[in-house]
């Protein structure tokens, strides 16, 4: 998420806020890991004051050696569904789970935004976004979508599913 002030990303500060208010009001933590957000998730929760009391911290896993080596990702998982797909951000969601044992929440997203550049293959068109996140000791729950746009776009409209997921889960719970 820019600096601007957008239509679409004041709609995610404003779900950013809803989300806190959230997780302030049932004394919950949480804790990402992001790879296809590279950080912007967390981010954009930092934008609203009162993060700190709710925001354990967010791991960063663009590559797949790091979701291996900070994750605990199976090089086995990465190579038979690739980077980029339900079994590897459930993979991601239960090793944030393990580096932040007192988040109350967890979640992980991974996808593609755009096209390649270079040599990187990815394992899902562009547009691709998965998510998986749940409460701490329940069930895990994965999502994934079809997003078109350009890859700002694509970023600005995972981050907010993911905050609209989040705060669905917390209503319903």
């Known amino acids: 998420m820019n600096k601007g002030n957008s239509a679409e990303e004041e709609t995610i500060r404003k779900s950013a806020a809803e989300l806190l208010d959230q997780l302030k009001a049932r004394g919950l933590k949480i804790a990402f890991a992001e790879s296809m957000t590279g950080g912007l998730l967390s981010g954009s929760l930092t934008w609203i004051a009162g993060?700190?009391?709710?925001?354990?911290?967010?791991?960063?896993?663009?590559?797949?050696?790091?979701?291996?080596?900070?994750?605990?990702?199976?090089?086995?998982?990465?190579?038979?569904?690739?980077?980029e797909s339900a079994e590897?951000?459930?993979?991601?969601?239960?090793?944030?789970?393990?580096?932040?044992?007192?988040?109350?929440?967890?979640?992980?997203?991974?996808?593609?935004?755009?096209?390649?550049?270079?040599?990187?293959?990815?394992?899902?068109?562009?547009?691709k976004v998965f998510i998986c996140?749940?409460?701490?000791?329940?069930?895990?729950?994965?999502?994934?979508?079809n997003l078109n746009g350009s890859r700002e776009e694509i970023l600005n409209q995972a981050i907010l599913l993911a905050f609209e997921s989040l705060v669905e889960l917390l209503e319903s719970s």
């Open 88 to 127: 590897v951000t459930r993979a991601m969601a239960e090793g944030i789970s393990r580096l932040f044992p007192d988040a109350g929440i967890v979640l992980a997203i991974t996808g593609s935004a755009s096209q390649p550049v270079n040599d990187y293959k990815i394992s899902s068109p562009p547009g």
């Open 133 to 145: 996140f749940g409460i701490s000791g329940q069930e895990l729950f994965s999502r994934d979508w």
């Open 51 to 83: 993060a700190s009391s709710v925001l354990l911290g967010s791991v960063v896993c663009y590559t797949k050696e790091s979701k291996v080596r900070l994750l605990g990702v199976s090089e086995e998982l990465l190579l038979d569904n690739g980077a």
